[in-house]
């Protein structure tokens, strides 16, 4: 099974600051990778697909980039909105492989 | 618009069986597969398996190939997942979530999910 590594395990920030989560891959997933995004007691929501494509709806101070086994998440000027946890996930071989996620909160 | 929309959350006993519905609306119930997703209370979510819809077709993650059978009936566009032999370790929320039928499979739609306990 592919492993994915995400960091950090949670985050603080200020609000209109920038934050990036990282994600890595045990193997190459060529870009098959997905970021959603899951506040208290709702079910996750799609951000990012393919690594850096946006999601129908999602604001574009949403940002996805990486390639190979490396993964980012950028969140521009934070928002009280974007409480939440953030978990990355591929989908180039099955079984398909979360992250441990990333609970962001404000500082 | 699309909609999944799953069964109200279960108590059960140690040993027994529950199974669990995901209504679909506002799509083509067969263009796309059915997935499902079990998240442990605070944890980091597992993907189980899908089924197509179409052909009835499952895939299943090898851990949950011997407790969990997704099964369909297109007459009422509902996917149903049985999970057998409960233990506390299947005390969880589960969650029906769709992607297309070809690469790539991100998940564009999530059901409310439903909480399961297993306790005596």
């Known amino acids: 099974d592919i492993q994915m590594t995400q960091s950090p395990a949670s985050l603080s920030a200020s609000l209109g600051e920038t934050v990036t989560i990282e994600c890595r891959a045990s193997?190459?997933?060529?870009?098959?990778l997905a970021w959603y995004q899951q506040k208290p007691g709702n079910s996750p929501q799609l951000l990012i697909y393919d690594a850096n494509s946006l999601a129908d709806g999602v604001p574009s101070r949403f940002s996805g980039s990486g390639s190979g086994t490396q993964y980012s998440l950028k969140i521009n000027s934070l928002q009280s909105e974007d409480v939440a946890s953030y978990f990355c996930?591929?989908?180039?071989?099955?079984?398909?492989?979360f992250g441990s996620g990333t609970k962001l909160e404000i500082k | 618009q699309v909609n999944l929309l799953q069964s109200g959350a279960a108590l059960v006993k140690p040993g027994a069986s529950v199974k669990l519905s995901c209504k679909a609306s506002g799509y083509t119930f067969t263009d796309y597969y059915i997935h499902w997703v079990k998240q442990s209370h605070g944890k980091s979510l597992e993907w189980i398996g899908y089924i197509n819809p179409n052909s009835g077709y499952t895939n299943y993650n090898e851990k949950f190939k011997s407790k969990a059978t997704l099964t369909v009936d297109k007459s009422t566009n509902t996917a149903y997942m049985e999970l057998s032999r409960l233990t506390s370790e299947d005390s969880a929320t589960y969650y029906c979530t769709r992607s297309l039928r070809r690469v790539p499979y991100y998940f564009d739609y999530w059901g409310q999910g439903v909480m399961v306990t297993v306790s005596s």
């Open positions: 996930q591929q989908y180039n071989n099955y079984p398909f492989t």
């Open positions: 193997e190459d997933i060529y870009s098959n």
